[in-house]
Structures are given as C-alpha cells and as structure tokens.
C-alpha cells in the first residue's frame, strides 16, 4: 500500500535552533498536510499544501509541497520548548467520483527540544 | 464551540470481546472518519461517514464495523477483539466529504488483555 517515509524516528535540538523534516513517498500525492500530536491528544493540524512546488508558512513554520509531489517537509525556526511532540505528515490521493481519498500518514518524527 | 469529543476516554476489554466507541464531530460538521494509531504509529484509516453510509474504508477486517446517526455523531464497533487491537482510536470530523482538513478528537485509549 501507500507509504509516507518519515526519518530519523526522533530528533534531539537545542532551543533556538531551526529543524528541518521531510516526508518522501514513492506514490503521488495531491494534497500534503502536517500534523503535531501531543502526549494524550490527537493530532493537530499544522500545515496543509495543495499545489506542487507551494511554499507556506504558518508562524515560525514553513512547509513546501515538492515539484515531483513526492514529498514535502517542514521547517521550524528558532524553536521553543513547546514544540516538543511528534510531527507527523500526511498525503491524500484524489479517488474516482471526484472525491477525495483517504488520508496516508507517516509514522512520525518525534521531536526533543534541549532548553 | 465544542470540538470533537470521543468517549470513553480509556476502556479495558478482554480478548473475543466486542466494543463500542463513540464520537461526536464537531458543530457544524457532517463527516466523521475514524482512525486506529498504534503505539509508535501514524493513524491508520479505517472508514469514512457521511450521510450515515460508509463511504470509504481503509485495510480493516469485518470486525470493525462503523454507525452514523442523523445528528451525524457515530460509532465505532470492533467485535471479536485480539490482542492487536490495542491502540489509541481516533475519531475525526469535517464538513462534506470533499474537505479532508479533519479536525481530530483526543482519541478513547483501548486496551485488549
């Protein structure tokens, strides 16, 4: 099936850095979408991008939705503490009928950040 | 403005047990979809509501059959349950079926022993 490669499994950074994740897949996808989830909760929507090569951002948060539609990533700038939980992206594929299919998501990239 | 709201929040069932879980999306929503995130995981689909019929589905056995009622709240009910289907079930809601920006519940935590 479809599958949304996410590495390395966990990050370690310190406050104030920036990071950068990206999000491959071997499959086109239409829609991009990232995704924070803290401890006991589901996951929030952070980011979605709907047009390759577009570039938003969203705060410190900025996201590009690769030319080839294979891919995307998401950068932080200057983090903060609060950006600690896992960020996960997703890919949505266009079904028959014109309606959009479900979502894929990656398994996650787990974000430590070092005050 | 409620968001989604799922119950139980946690549950604990033994193995060849049937659950129910239950959602309600958020006001002014008419779409729920439902997703099991194992531990270590990214939610995985496992079908979509919308006009109380399923509308997509996901890789999920029989045993995870789903309900939508007119107030657009829904259920979740997975019979015979195994040990694998321990996992965090989240429930998410949007408006029509073309509009995929879900907006997810905190999930009902269940475990099977």
């Known amino acids: 099936g479809q599958q949304l490669n996410q590495s390395p499994q966990s990050m370690f950074i310190q406050e104030g850095e920036d990071v950068s994740m990206n999000c491959t897949s071997s499959?086109?996808?239409?829609?991009w979408l990232w995704y924070k989830q803290d401890p006991g909760e589901g996951p929030v929507l952070l980011i979605a991008?709907?047009?390759?090569?577009e570039l938003t951002s969203n705060g410190r948060l900025t996201a590009q939705f690769g030319i080839t539609r294979k891919d995307s990533f998401l950068n932080i700038s200057a983090s903060i503490p609060s950006d600690v939980g896992i960020y996960f992206c997703?890919?949505?594929?266009?079904?028959?009928?014109?309606?959009?299919?479900?979502?894929?998501f990656g398994k996650g990239i787990t974000l430590s950040v070092r005050p | 403005d409620a968001g989604v709201t799922q119950s139980p929040t946690h549950l604990i069932k033994t193995r060849g047990q049937q659950v129910t879980l239950r959602c309600s999306p958020k006001?002014?929503?008419?779409?729920v979809s439902w997703y099991q995130q194992a531990l270590g995981q990214g939610p995985q689909f496992i079908f979509q509501?919308?006009?109380?019929?399923?509308?997509q589905r996901g890789n999920f056995p029989d045993r995870f059959s789903g309900h939508q009622f007119p107030n657009y709240s829904s259920e979740l009910n997975v019979n015979a349950l195994l040990l694998g289907d321990s996992a965090l079930y989240l429930c998410?809601?949007?408006?029509?079926?073309?509009?995929?920006?879900?907006?997810f519940g905190s999930g009902t935590r269940l475990t099977v022993v």
């Open positions: 006001s002014g929503h008419d779409t």
């Open positions: 998410a809601s949007s408006l029509g079926r073309n509009l995929w920006l879900d907006t």
């Open positions: 997703a890919g949505q594929r266009p079904s028959r009928r014109g309606a959009n299919s479900k979502l894929t």
């Open positions: 499959s086109i996808f239409n829609t």
């Open positions: 991008l709907y047009k390759a090569g």
């Open positions: 509501y919308y006009e109380e019929e399923e509308r």
